[in-house]
């Protein structure tokens, strides 16, 4: 942090030099004034803030020279229009008149900033940890071709400061036998005791056939054992690249955490949940009364549909919707199609005589009122769950509430995503909705709970628009 706030300032001084101490562009010298220097109060929380939401202030594991260059560029090509914007909005003199020493910053920040954290910092990095720090003991999780092949990526990078203790994988066959010099100590059920045994400090696990149960229950075992974990998988290939993955020599990596929220991190989420709520409930009034009136002129009955859900760690609440069904309808239908869904069943409703095919959601369901057919289809039957928001039941981005008697096909690993608020949107629904399988889903639910920040919320609610506006995978 410190080295870019120097870069700033030399790139800050250097612009304005460039530009009004070389004589090279028409108009009078000026020199640097106290009022100039001022403005660095506006550069640097600016400066600092953007680096740090892209990753550049957490310790990561040194990957590409592309994937740092990247992200250094991105960092100080946003930081910099932040604070020409800033300058715009302010009206004040200096951004307006003089954009061209942004420009010339701009240049001599990438300048000092890629170089040095490219070769500087990682020599720095390699004397620390290679020379005289203690490496960091791990275990792989697969003996396989993956497990392998990181194995040797590993010991082929001169950044990392990881020491391979042993593999871990189910095959008795590999039990007790040696892998490039590494030894295969037990299955994955004895993850904790070997972790110990071994004195391992991090787990990295490389088994793409674990599957999503397989894999979750064995993060839930390495957490026991208070562990570190990282996958070395593209299992999370639906969720955004930039949300906390990293790259050991072009393998990409997923940080597995439990971060219980602390007080700050509940008051920031339930303000961005009553600011968003507010504001869209204000924006959308007109469109709330021209619905209501659409339903009671086609479809006698209640405008909205009202239904018990389980909410935060299962507790009950009632749900809001627009009501797009006849009264009266039987919710067998729903029951057979929700058993289907999570058990992982045909779920082909629409025509039986496309028996081979996967459907994953209802798409010719007959209670359904023509009306609540285009509300279906464009979301608008969701609008009233704002409601559930600003009361608090609910979240702007969170895993889909269940119905009760959908917990009774759920899976142990299934109900960990009753540990959030339920929320309007999600991962699932930017990443296909109702096209992902129930597993898929809540793998998505689970890992945006553990990896939860403003930022992603912002990224999912606006990956969402595009989504509601397609229709992708709504019926």
Not at 162 to 172: A, K, L
Not at 180 to 191: C, E, Q, S
Not at 405 to 410: D, F, I, K, V
């Amino acid at each position: 942090m410190t080295s870019d706030v120097v870069v700033m300032f030399l790139a800050f001084v250097g612009g304005f030099a460039l530009r009004f101490s070389t004589g090279l562009f028409q108009g009078p010298s000026e020199f640097l004034r106290a009022e100039h220097f001022s403005t660095l109060v506006l550069f640097v929380p600016v400066w600092i803030i953007v680096h740090g939401l892209n990753g550049l202030y957490v310790p990561r594991v040194m990957g590409t020279v592309f994937d740092q260059a990247s992200g250094l560029l991105k960092a100080i090509s946003l930081a910099s229009l932040l604070i020409l914007a800033l300058g715009f909005y302010t009206q004040t003199n200096y951004f307006m008149e003089k954009r061209l020493v942004h420009l010339f910053g701009w240049t001599i920040a990438l300048s000092l900033n890629v170089p040095l954290r490219l070769f500087l910092l990682r020599r720095l990095y390699q004397s620390q940890f290679g020379g005289h720090k203690k490496l960091n003991r791990i275990l792989i999780v697969g003996a396989g071709v993956e497990g392998t092949r990181f194995l040797q990526r590993v010991r082929s990078s001169e950044a990392l400061n990881y020491d391979v203790v042993g593999f871990v994988d189910d095959d008795p066959a590999k039990h007790g036998n040696e892998i490039d010099g590494v030894r295969v100590l037990g299955p994955v059920d004895d993850l904790p005791s070997l972790s110990e045994e071994a004195q391992a400090d991090q787990v990295f696990v490389a088994i793409p056939s674990l599957g999503q149960e397989g894999t979750l229950a064995m993060m839930s075992r390495c957490m026991k054992a208070q562990l570190p974990v990282r996958l070395v998988s593209d299992i999370l290939h639906l969720i955004a690249s930039d949300t906390q993955v990293e790259t050991i020599d072009g393998v990409p990596t997923y940080d597995v955490r439990t971060e219980g929220g602390s007080d700050l991190a509940r008051f920031s989420k339930r303000a961005f949940d009553l600011a968003v709520s507010s504001a869209l409930l204000l924006a959308f009034f007109p469109l709330f009364l021209f619905i209501a009136a659409l339903i009671k002129i086609f479809s006698p009955g209640p405008v909205l549909f009202k239904q018990v859900r389980a909410g935060l760690n299962g507790r009950e609440f009632t749900m809001m919707k627009f009501r797009t069904m006849r009264l009266e309808t039987d919710d067998s239908i729903h029951r057979e199609y929700a058993t289907r869904l999570i058990t992982g069943e045909k779920l082909d409703f629409a025509d039986e005589a496309k028996d081979k095919e996967e459907v994953f959601k209802m798409t010719k369901d007959p209670r359904v009122t023509p009306v609540g057919t285009i509300l279906r289809r464009t979301s608008l039957d969701e609008l009233p769950q704002l409601l559930n928001v600003w009361l608090g039941d609910m979240s702007v981005v969170g895993p889909r509430p269940p119905i009760f008697y959908e917990l009774n096909h759920y899976k142990e690993w299934h109900r960990k995503r009753l540990r959030a608020k339920p929320g309007l949107t999600g991962l699932w629904q930017v990443s296909g909705r109702s096209t992902v399988p129930f597993d898929e889903m809540v793998l998505l639910d689970l890992y945006y709970i553990d990896h939860w920040s403003l930022k992603t919320d912002l990224e999912i609610l606006f990956r969402t628009i595009p989504v509601v506006l397609s229709g992708e995978g709504a019926y």
